[in-house]
């Protein structure tokens, strides 16, 4: 099988934008009665978009006390759990660890390791999407924003000031909302496009 050299930042750089969720479309779930709507609407998804966020450490030898926020998305909304409530961390532990839902995201081996250390459980019928382009040649791991060019000759729009940003804030910003809930949405994008033959 050749080898597939991943799209380069420049090649990226020159795509159309990847249209990507807007704020009525994403649901911040931080209360007991909105984990259990959430939890309604994913527990008989085939397939969920997953992404885990967490608060930066910046000191060496600091281990974090992520995840603090963890994201499903569906085909045209994204939930973002907060685990400040009890019942939030119940159902994202049940979703985790449901054998009937895949959860498909992109480098999932880091929130593996802090959903066990922090939540307990070991989440199960998980799949990184690198396997999948693994499996088709590509030569190094694809990011979202790789995968996305891949599939769709498009650039996916991550803010860097969200990616390091405090994830165990009550208060989410807009910003961080947007970010969180489209890495879950796009990799359940590209998961479907793999899917399809796209």
Known sequence: MPLIPSPTKDDIALLPVFLRLELHDIIVVSH???ALQAYDALKDAS?????TES???FVAGEVSTGPHVVQFATSDKAYIFQLFDATCTDIVCKLLTSQTVLKAGFGLAGDNTQIRRTLGVEPEHVLDINTIFKAKGYTKELG?????AVMFNQRF???RKATTSNW???VLTEGQIIYAANDAWAALKVYQALQSGA
């Not at 397939?47 to 992404?51: I, K, P, R, W």
């Not at 979202?144 to 996305?148: L, T």
């Open 55 to 57: 608060k930066p450490t």
């Open 47 to 51: 397939v969920l978009g997953f992404d």
């Open 32 to 34: 007991t009665s909105q």
């Open 157 to 159: 729009v991550k803010s």
């Open 168 to 170: 165990a804030n009550k």
């Open 144 to 148: 979202v924003k790789s995968a996305v």
